[in-house]
Antibody, heavy 121, light 110 residues
Framework: EVQLVESGGGLVQPGRSLRLSCAAS????????MHWVRQVPGKGLEWVSG????????GYADSVKGRFTISRDNAKDSLYLQMNGLRPEDTALYYC??????????????WGQGTLVTVSS | QSALTQPASVSGSPGQSITISCTGT?????????VSWYQQHPGKAPKLMIY???QRPSGVSNRFSGSRSGNTASLTISGLQAEDEADYYC??????????FGGGTKLTVL
C-alpha cells in the first residue's frame, strides 16, 4: 500500500523559512516523479513544484519560483520542499503526491494527508 | 499563468448524468494529453479519477469518463449517486513544464 506522510508544517513568521518532508513507503520511490500541491483551507488546489525520478527535471509554479526548492533523497525514500521568504499567501495545506511515472507529465496517482503551513506574524 | 476555467458548481439528481467542463489554451489542455481529474470530499485528500484525458485508474467506477475537444476537457458522471457529491478539479500539464489546476467545481446531488 502506498503511503505518503508529510511533516514539517507549522506556524512561521513572514520572511522566515521552513522545510517540508514527505516520507514514502509501499512502492519503489526512485521509479516515480513526485510533486507538492497546496490548498488554502476552503479553496482550490494549486500545483507548487515537481521533481522527476532522478532529480533531472524540476518544475515550479511562478508563485514560488526563486523562493522554494524541491529535492529528493532516493536512498531515504524522501521528498523535500525548502521554503524561503515565506509570505502570508503561502499559508495552505501542503500535499505530497506521487506521479504515475518517472517524468513530471504523469498524473498524481497517490496523495498524502498534508501538512499545514501558516505564515503569520 | 491563469488557472483553467471550470464552472463553480453543477448539480443533478440521482441517476442523471452531469458534465463538468475545463477550459484552457493550446499551451495546456489543447496541447497535451496530460489532462487529469480529481475528486475531493470534505476534509479528505484528492483522489485521481481520470488521467491522460480519458483513462480511468483501476478501481474507479466506469460511471466516470473523460474527453477533450480543442482546448476544453470534460468530465462526465453518469448514473449520479449520493456519494459522488464532492469537489472536482481538472489539471493539465503545460508547455512551461508546470501543471495548472482548474478552480474546482462543487457537485451537488439533489
Amino acid at each position: 500500500e502506498v503511503q505518503l506522510v508529510e511533516s514539517g508544517g507549522g506556524l512561521v513568521q513572514p520572511g522566515r523559512s521552513l522545510r517540508l518532508s514527505c516520507a514514502a513507503s509501499g512502492f519503489t520511490f526512485d521509479d516515480y516523479a513526485m510533486h507538492w500541491v497546496r490548498q488554502v483551507p476552503g479553496k482550490g488546489l494549486e500545483w507548487v513544484s515537481g521533481i522527476s525520478w532522478n532529480s533531472g527535471t524540476l518544475g515550479y509554479a511562478d508563485s514560488v519560483k526563486g523562493r522554494f526548492t524541491i529535492s529528493r533523497d532516493n536512498a531515504k525514500d524522501s521528498l523535500y520542499l525548502q521554503m524561503n521568504g515565506l509570505r502570508p499567501e503561502d499559508t495552505a495545506l501542503y500535499y505530497c503526491a506521487k506521479a504515475s511515472g518517472t517524468t513530471l507529465r504523469g498524473a498524481y496517482a497517490d496523495w498524502g494527508q498534508g501538512t499545514l503551513v501558516t505564515v503569520s506574524s | 499563468q491563469s488557472a483553467l476555467t471550470q464552472p463553480a458548481s453543477v448539480s443533478g439528481s440521482p441517476g442523471q448524468s452531469i458534465t463538468i467542463s475545463c477550459t484552457g489554451t493550446s499551451s495546456d489542455v489543447g496541447g497535451y494529453t496530460y489532462v487529469s481529474w480529481y475528486q475531493q470530499h470534505p476534509g479528505k485528500a484528492p483522489k485521481l479519477m481520470i488521467y491522460d484525458v480519458s483513462q480511468r485508474p483501476s478501481g474507479v467506477s466506469n460511471r466516470f469518463s473523460g474527453s477533450r475537444s480543442g482546448n476544453t476537457a470534460s468530465l462526465t458522471i453518469s448514473g449520479l449517486q449520493a456519494e459522488d457529491e464532492a469537489d472536482y478539479y481538472c489539471t493539465s500539464y503545460t508547455s512551461s513544464i508546470t501543471w495548472l489546476f482548474g478552480g474546482g467545481t462543487k457537485l451537488t446531488v439533489l
